[in-house]
């Protein structure tokens, strides 16, 4: 197969200011003001010199000494903790960000689907954005005209055609930009996990529309942090580590390795994430209560997950699912299933709340897994999805199968009750 993309020497370099520390910490507004005007009047008498007194700068590699090939028709996933380099290296194959060093071929029309608001203009309507789109990516009025209804279809926004997409919700947004992205033809199509942001009926359309892609013998690069998807949807994958190439092969074994470098003192995760003006809920963090990152399965694991309201009145509902690389998802649970067909979560106060569940880890074989958690308005919305997966492995030392040697085979693990009788006479 010919070569769609090829990286040489790929390097992202940033200048990071930082504030040195002064003397003024605690200052009024007078004292402010003051030295404001001192400074102005240095800078006058020495414009050249300038002021450096609390300021120093730092160059910070988001990318460096990236070099990788990639086939017409290969569907790459690219995986890696958050800051790895992951969403730099979309902007630059996307040519939305320039590279520091190195040089990158791309051999084909390329359509991305980056963050929410990335590649429609807010004062133009869902219509004229389309054509907008199809402009960009070189193709005609008549091309673009076939493509339409299809569009339109897939997005599931014919009512809100003609209205500036400034006044979308974000699942809106993001399901008109993916079937912009995906029906327009492109030989090369990037998504980064923006997916995320739509309801879970339409994720799994959006899936099935990259497996399509990639059957025709396109080029897919797709980056998400769950691994079962990336396991479905692709063949080969790129792991990024601290902004470095890591591994480059089969979707299985960079996965593998992943987990392997990922798995200890990773059951806990947590990180400051700032809301956007329309989020409702933001999940602030994920944890196996008492474990280092090794499980055993004499009894269920804690798991907790701390997140924020943002709104009152919304009623949601929060979400996990466990997956191992060989399987994929084994399940999913949800605070529904506390009370089934009752809306949780309708809480009145806004601020901090914890849920807890157990995880049956007596159910599953000895391996490594992984736990995603999401907050929904149950078939109508994601919420939240937290950026991180927490990883952990899983011992079993208590069951007969396991203190005889014998492996267990597939993919869960249960301990049924049993009953031995002679038969009746």
Same mark, same amino acid.
């Not at 520390?21 to 003001?33: F, R, V």
């Not at 055609?161 to 912009?180: N, Q």
């Not at 199509?189 to 059957?215: P, R, T």
């Not at 806004?350 to 849920?355: C, N, P, S």
């Given at each position: 197969m010919s070569t769609a993309i090829k990286v040489d020497n790929l390097g992202k370099k940033y200048i990071i200011q930082h504030q040195q520390q002064s003397c003024y910490q605690y200052t009024s &507004?007078? #004292?402010? /003001?003051? !030295?404001?005007? +001192?400074? &102005?009047s240095k800078s006058l008498l020495h414009p050249i010199q300038g002021d450096t007194s609390l300021e120093n700068t730092e160059e910070f590699w988001a990318l460096k000494d990236i070099n990788f090939e990639i086939k017409h028709g290969d !569907?790459?996933?690219i995986i890696g903790r958050n800051g790895a380099g992951k969403s730099t290296l979309l902007k630059i194959l996307s040519r939305i960000t320039h590279p520091s060093t190195g040089n990158i071929i791309i051999n084909g029309r390329v359509s991305s689907l980056l963050e929410v608001g990335t590649g429609f203009h807010p004062e133009l309507t869902g219509r004229e954005n389309i054509f907008l789109n199809g402009a960009i990516l070189g193709m005609r009025k008549h091309e673009i005209k076939k493509k339409f209804d299809e569009i339109v279809d897939f997005a599931e926004v014919v009512k809100f055609l003609d209205t500036p997409v400034k006044h979308y919700s974000s699942g809106m947004y993001v399901r008109l930009a993916f079937a912009v992205a995906a029906h327009l033809e492109p030989e090369i199509l990037i998504v980064d996990e923006v997916l995320a942001v739509g309801d879970a009926q339409f994720q799994k359309k959006c899936l099935g529309k990259i497996e399509e892609v990639g059957s025709e013998g396109r080029t897919v690069l797709y980056v998400s942090h769950n691994m079962g998807t990336i396991s479905q949807l692709c063949n080969r994958s790129i792991l990024l580590r601290s902004g470095l190439l890591n591994k480059i092969g089969t979707t299985d @074994?960079?996965? *593998?390795?992943? /987990?392997n470098n990922t798995t200890e003192n990773k059951s806990a995760?947590?990180?400051? !994430? +700032?809301?956007?003006? !329309? *989020? +409702?809920?933001?999940?602030?963090?994920? *944890?196996i209560i008492d474990s280092n990152g090794i499980i055993d399965n004499s009894h269920p694991a804690l798991l907790e997950i701390r997140y924020e309201t943002l709104t009152i009145g919304t009623s949601y509902s929060i979400s996990f699912e466990l997956s191992n690389i060989s399987s994929g998802i084994i399940f999913t649970s949800s605070t529904l299933d506390l009370r089934p067909n009752v809306e949780l979560g309708n809480h009145d106060k806004i601020g901090e709340y914890i849920a807890i569940s157990y995880l049956p880890t007596q159910w599953l074989l000895s391996g490594t897994y992984s736990i995603r958690v999401a907050a929904t308005i149950p078939a109508v #919305?994601?919420? @939240?999805?937290?950026? #991180? #997966?927490?990883?952990?492995? &899983?011992? @079993?030392?208590?069951?007969?199968?396991a203190i005889l040697g014998e492996g267990r085979r597939g993919v869960i693990a249960p301990r049924l009750d049993w009953k031995i009788e002679k038969p009746c006479v």
């Amino acid at each position: 197969m010919s070569t769609a993309i090829k990286v040489d020497n790929l390097g992202k370099k940033y200048i990071i200011q930082h504030q040195q520390q002064s003397c003024y910490q605690y200052t009024s &507004l007078g #004292e402010s /003001l003051s !030295r404001g005007f +001192k400074n &102005l009047s240095k800078s006058l008498l020495h414009p050249i010199q300038g002021d450096t007194s609390l300021e120093n700068t730092e160059e910070f590699w988001a990318l460096k000494d990236i070099n990788f090939e990639i086939k017409h028709g290969d !569907r790459v996933g690219i995986i890696g903790r958050n800051g790895a380099g992951k969403s730099t290296l979309l902007k630059i194959l996307s040519r939305i960000t320039h590279p520091s060093t190195g040089n990158i071929i791309i051999n084909g029309r390329v359509s991305s689907l980056l963050e929410v608001g990335t590649g429609f203009h807010p004062e133009l309507t869902g219509r004229e954005n389309i054509f907008l789109n199809g402009a960009i990516l070189g193709m005609r009025k008549h091309e673009i005209k076939k493509k339409f209804d299809e569009i339109v279809d897939f997005a599931e926004v014919v009512k809100f055609l003609d209205t500036p997409v400034k006044h979308y919700s974000s699942g809106m947004y993001v399901r008109l930009a993916f079937a912009v992205a995906a029906h327009l033809e492109p030989e090369i199509l990037i998504v980064d996990e923006v997916l995320a942001v739509g309801d879970a009926q339409f994720q799994k359309k959006c899936l099935g529309k990259i497996e399509e892609v990639g059957s025709e013998g396109r080029t897919v690069l797709y980056v998400s942090h769950n691994m079962g998807t990336i396991s479905q949807l692709c063949n080969r994958s790129i792991l990024l580590r601290s902004g470095l190439l890591n591994k480059i092969g089969t979707t299985d @074994d960079c996965i *593998q390795h992943y /987990l392997n470098n990922t798995t200890e003192n990773k059951s806990a995760s947590s990180t400051i !994430r +700032k809301p956007t003006s !329309r *989020q +409702k809920l933001i999940i602030n963090s994920i *944890q196996i209560i008492d474990s280092n990152g090794i499980i055993d399965n004499s009894h269920p694991a804690l798991l907790e997950i701390r997140y924020e309201t943002l709104t009152i009145g919304t009623s949601y509902s929060i979400s996990f699912e466990l997956s191992n690389i060989s399987s994929g998802i084994i399940f999913t649970s949800s605070t529904l299933d506390l009370r089934p067909n009752v809306e949780l979560g309708n809480h009145d106060k806004i601020g901090e709340y914890i849920a807890i569940s157990y995880l049956p880890t007596q159910w599953l074989l000895s391996g490594t897994y992984s736990i995603r958690v999401a907050a929904t308005i149950p078939a109508v #919305e994601i919420l @939240d999805i937290f950026p #991180e #997966e927490i990883t952990f492995t &899983l011992h @079993d030392s208590s069951s007969p199968v396991a203190i005889l040697g014998e492996g267990r085979r597939g993919v869960i693990a249960p301990r049924l009750d049993w009953k031995i009788e002679k038969p009746c006479v």
